[in-house]
């Protein structure tokens, strides 16, 4: 059963860094487009970051430009979301996500999800 674990989460004060790693099983996802999403209590799941799998192009979303790089390492099966100048706005649960077609912000597009880490700013 393919898989995607996500590890990393953590409380942290605001201006603080973590590193989430989304690391796959089950099957491999390294000609994959991977995405990471996050969802905060009482929010929609909204869209973070999302890297393709042979180019590097990546995307972000305006609220985490300049603070946060999604960067994959496909002989490890893994892709990590770099979180730097973290804000008490950026507390949510963070999944990573796998799509077979496409670089896209589009979460219906994507077809595996792993279960989440949660990441708690304090101010």
């Known amino acids: 059963q393919p898989q995607l674990v996500e590890s990393g989460g953590g409380l942290v004060q605001a201006g603080g860094s973590l590193r989430l790693s989304c690391a796959a099983s089950g099957r491999t996802f390294r000609t994959w487009y991977m995405g990471w999403f996050r969802q905060a209590p009482g929010k929609e799941r909204e869209f973070v970051a999302a890297?393709?799998?042979?180019?590097?192009?990546?995307y972000s979303a305006d609220s985490v430009k300049g603070r946060f790089t999604i960067s994959r390492d496909n002989a490890k099966d893994t892709v990590y979301l770099q979180m730097n100048s973290l804000k008490p706005e950026d507390t949510a649960v963070y999944y990573c996500a796998a799509n077979s077609l496409l670089l896209t912000m589009n979460s219906d597009s994507y077809e595996y999800w792993g279960q989440g880490t949660q990441v708690t700013v304090s101010s």
């Open positions: 890297i393709s799998w042979n180019t590097g192009t990546t």
